[in-house]
């Protein structure tokens, strides 16, 4: 069964709307509404007229039109009664946002919800969840406001996660750092829906060419490691895992209802099921726009251009440091550049432009650097504190970067003038980073799952 | 001798001053008029006769007025007759600007300069550097335009590099995120004044409460062992090496001139003399700002405090990880706190306040961990996401920073609502992590420090 209609119903219910604007049922329609979400909405309320321009119904199964979802946002206790009237009214994909489930001790009450909707063959992202958000459809059940979570743009990068507030500032940071997304889905309790099943249907999904998940604890190990191996065959899937430590992982058994389990044992399956597990939140958002945005390399030898000394430096030593090779430059392209640069440039590698480098020096070396048959990857460090760099050094490296001929990522570090150039770059698709050893981590994921 | 002059000059020279508005002499001159600074500025340029509104003399002998520091920006051909000429005026503190010397192999050259202002008992900073800022007095010789590269307003931070693309950089995105700097020093190929000897005067600058220190290869190690032994017992010293692996070691040749050694044998001595070694340069300024910040911590045990239930696990993993240490909530804490919050927060390490947590439950879980013996350090993740937590979180924190009775450090991560937010407490110095695992760094060097 597939979990398409989460992300393109044409008819949505919202359960539990309050007049309130500050409760969730109300954020998600006022969501649903600011979103520009293609589809109809209908909302249920036993008490209220109309919210928001909207006619409330007293139960879903009041409902005319035929409905695809439902989102359900009523408290605890009447969840059981909501999910029974949308059987009843044959939806047979609910989100429930509401908490108070397993995940402090009401286990009894969860497992009756899952037996009865796997009887009726529903199909539940949650309970205690943010549900679901896409970038492409813009359907959204995320309730919590836009003015203090941003949504991003459409891109490529899917993330699923357990855990709400993960999911939220990984969202929010992303949409301020020009990210593109897919699909966002935070599934909580994953009382009939696991990450397993999130997984798999987001490797069929065309618009999703990474999934990123943060895990604390896997349902069912032998489902994950069977269906990740398949999926990872298909498309990168970067993932940490919380509660790697021992205290860690007791933490987990408040959060989600679950222990999650020895962190060795974890490692192992998912390095044996292809998966990429990075070290922290930071460094998937990097691979994560790194898979998303770059071409798969034809080999692993990097060549590093600079205008600073210190920073080319710095990417050497993460390049070795993490086992990664260094390009030599070749011997044509040595001979052209020498002639172009003369005796202020070393043409090696990391090449050191200098800090009077000028955009057009760049143009050079970045051309020149494509076409050597002596290196796969570019990591390009452009410094826009000096003036003789200017803006259309962003130009410059997205033209090169539209010609797909390797992967090319950028390092910047910088304030306000260096945040504007870097996101023009990260509009167009050029991964930028604000420090080498960031970068050198994405290119280390990408050459691992290349098997380079 | 003191370096003092070059910091806190009355009569300041700048040498070179060019018509043309992107030349480096013009740049410094703009520098100093727009900066505010507190002196008089006597310009050289044996051709205008006035920029900028200020009259231009031949030679610095032409001036009358006593003259503190000069600032040396002409070609290199012409740098050792201007040294000569400011001898002759009796300057002994000289910034030169220049490149061109021993970086590209002009070593002779630069022996010759070298030897002339040791003779004539000069100082110089550079050559082939930026040169000083001073957050404090505005002294500002950096010849990047200031909408390029943002001045940081005042505070502790004192940051030593070779590499004028390193310093030029972090001085730039510190500033963006708010972080005070004392004194900025970029001294390039340190023909007469090195590290060692900056270090050790900053050890006596009372507005410096953290030295930071980005460096390649050391001119003279056993002075840099002696100096830092004794300047790490009076304040913390953050370093960066570049140059660790064999490749970015041959890298630093062409940088600045000299080979950067091996970075075992120099690990071993930065331990021996007390320094704090980071990785890279995020871990140098989430240490630099967390020592410029707070307080020293009476103990080493961590209370993680957090309203997103996955952050609070990383934290914790990442704790352990670094072989830190979970405090335990007391007794009496535990009391008050389930008396309070009831059944719906799980009164441990981490706490998690879960995704409804509103701003008077932050207030009651801070001000309660201060009070209690079982913990030192207060991790406090406040993810803005979630309309119950009021901006006036930011107030909460500020009043518990001000008692001054723990070290707290804040994790929020989020776009531009949570920036907002944390540059707030950055302003009031609260130091602010994207990541738990950033924050959790920074403890353990804080912990490191102070032999905790």
């Known amino acids: 069964m597939t979990l398409d209609k989460f992300f393109n119903a044409k008819n949505i219910a919202i359960i539990g709307v309050s007049r309130n604007p500050n409760k969730i049922g109300h954020i998600i329609l006022r969501n649903f509404i600011d979103s520009g979400y293609n589809g109809n909405i209908f909302i249920v309320n036993p008490n209220a007229g109309s919210i928001l321009n909207k006619t409330s119904y007293k139960k879903v199964s009041n409902i005319n039109e035929d409905i695809d979802l439902a989102v359900i946002a009523v408290p605890a206790e009447l969840v059981f009664d909501s999910v029974k009237d949308c059987n009843k009214k044959r939806i047979k994909n609910v989100v429930i946002v509401t908490s108070g489930f397993s995940e402090i001790g009401n286990v009894k009450e969860e497992n009756k919800l899952k037996d009865y909707m796997n009887k009726n063959k529903m199909k539940c992202i949650g309970v205690n969840c943010l549900g679901v958000f896409d970038a492409h459809t813009k359907l959204d059940t995320l309730f919590l406001p836009r003015y203090r979570l941003k949504r991003p743009k459409e891109g490529g990068i899917s993330f699923v996660c357990q ?40 490797s069929k999904d065309q618009l999703t060419k990474v999934i990123c998940v943060y895990v604390e604890a896997v349902k069912d190990g032998r489902k994950f490691m069977k269906v990740c191996s398949n999926v990872s065959k298909l498309k990168p899937i970067v993932l940490v895992k919380g509660g790697i430590s021992e205290e860690g992982n007791k933490a987990t058994l408040s959060h989600t209802g679950s222990l999650a389990g020895n962190a060795k044992v974890y490692s192992a399956a998912f390095k044996q099921s292809g998966i990429i597990e990075v070290k922290n939140l930071q ?39 993490n086992n990664l090779k260094m390009a030599e430059v070749g011997k044509e392209t040595k ?118």
């Open 163 to 202: 855990s709400g507030a993960v999911g939220s500032t990984i969202l929010d940071l992303a949409t301020s750092q020009k990210h593109g997304f897919s699909k966002f889905i935070s599934y909580g309790n994953a009382t009939n829906v696991d990450e397993s099943d999130l997984i798999e249907y987001l």
């Open 283 to 321: 460094e998937m958002l990097d691979a994560g726009r790194t898979f998303d945005s770059v071409m798969k390399p034809k080999g692993n030898r990097i060549q590093v251009i600079t205008n600073g000394g210190g920073y080319g430096i710095m990417a050497t030593d993460s390049i070795i440091e």
């Open 335 to 452: 001979k052209i550049l020498k002639k172009v640069f003369g005796k202020n440039v070393t043409i090696s590698n990391p090449m050191d432009l200098v800090g009077d480098a000028t955009t057009e020096m760049y143009r050079t070396a970045i051309s020149n650097a494509l076409s050597d048959k002596n290196n796969d990857i570019l990591l390009v460090i452009a410094l826009y504190q000096t003036p003789l760099l200017t803006p259309d050094i962003v130009d410059v490296i997205i033209e090169a970067n539209n010609l797909k001929k390797k992967p090319i990522l950028v390092v910047s570090a910088g304030g306000e003038f260096t945040e504007v150039l870097k996101e023009n770059l990260e509009e167009t698709g050029v991964p930028c980073f604000t420090f080498p050893h960031q970068a050198v981590s994405a290119i280390k994921y990408l050459l691992e799952y290349h098997g380079r």
